[in-house]
């Protein structure tokens, strides 16, 4: 198998999200699962922000790291660090997420775009959250 081929089949198959943006923060790649995971098509997606999986209220603070990352070159979660965040899917609905990102470097070593590779946390998130209310009564 060739490289080309196991990059198509990743890329295709991949069933995490795998979404990439450009230094502006528009979506330029969105594969098959975050199709699956957002509720977006690829045509949907492609050439929007990233505001249509953000939730409105954490836009700003999306942003700030977002701009600080693309003028630095500095990310507290490029190093395989995995970030738990809601996020929101297409129909509305919140769910949880966890990624991690790595920059990607342009020609001249700046970082051209940002891929995010995302998963579903919501019913393990959903799990904890029960299991801490329960343990919380029990010992109170």
């Known amino acids: 198998m060739h490289k080309e081929q196991i990059a198509q089949a990743l890329l295709e198959d991949l069933p995490d999200a795998l979404v990439v943006?450009?230094?502006?923060g528009i979506i330029c790649l969105w594969n098959g699962g975050a199709e699956r995971i957002f509720g977006f098509s690829t045509e949907?997606?492609?050439?929007?922000t990233l505001d249509i999986?953000?939730?409105e209220r954490l836009r700003k603070r999306h942003w700030g790291g977002y701009r600080h990352t693309m003028s630095t070159g500095e990310t507290r979660y490029g190093s395989g660090d995995l970030l738990s965040v809601p996020a929101i899917r297409k129909d509305g609905a919140?769910?949880?997420?966890?990624?991690?990102?790595?920059?990607?470097?342009g020609e001249n070593d700046e970082i051209s775009a940002i891929a995010a590779i995302m998963?579903?946390?919501t019913a393990?998130?959903?799990?904890?959250?029960?299991?801490r209310k329960s343990l919380n009564a029990a010992t109170a």
């Open 124 to 131: 393990e998130f959903e799990e904890r959250k029960k299991l």
């Open 21 to 24: 943006s450009d230094r502006e």
């Open 119 to 121: 998963r579903d946390v």
């Open 44 to 48: 949907e997606a492609i050439g929007e």
């Open 94 to 105: 919140q769910i949880s997420v966890q990624f991690s990102i790595m920059p990607i470097r």
């Open 53 to 55: 999986i953000t939730p």
